[in-house]
């Protein structure tokens, strides 16, 4: 059983950065596939970002996205979502989830994570 757990969601202007950490406890860190969607009201999850820990590579939603980057840092079981020029349009809750697989192209789909955190919010005031 694994455990992940978000932090670093707040309100932020636009054109702010922030850090989001994914914290995975229970499973074999470097094993493991983490991914970061996105939930804003009304609208369905999005896919933003994952990294693949076996070999740190890193896939990235094809929409608009390339201000975002993604890293782990295996000594601490966590992961990194790096958000830069922040716009109203990225509002929403924001999750990680953990799965295996060597599959890159399974990663942009939340049914590729068995473990999912409660999510933190991240606001961007215009």
């Known amino acids: 059983q694994v455990h992940v757990v978000e932090s670093g969601g707040r309100l932020v202007q636009a054109g702010d950065s922030l850090r989001l950490s994914c914290t995975a406890s229970?499973?074999?860190?470097?094993?493991?596939?983490i991914g970061w969607f996105r939930q804003a009201p009304g609208k369905e999850r999005q896919f933003v970002a994952a990294i693949r820990l076996s070999d740190r590579t890193g896939v990235f939603a094809d929409t608009g996205l390339d201000r975002f980057t993604i890293s782990g840092d295996n000594a601490k079981n966590t992961v990194y979502l790096r958000m830069n020029s922040l716009k109203p349009d990225d509002t929403a809750a924001y999750y990680c989830?953990?799965?295996?697989?060597?599959?890159?192209?399974?990663?942009?789909?939340?049914?590729?994570?068995?473990?999912w955190g409660q999510g933190t919010q991240v606001t961007v005031s215009s």
């Open positions: 989830a953990a799965g295996s697989g060597r599959n890159l192209s399974r990663l942009r789909y939340h049914s590729n994570y068995d473990y």
């Open positions: 229970g499973g074999t860190f470097h094993r493991l596939n």
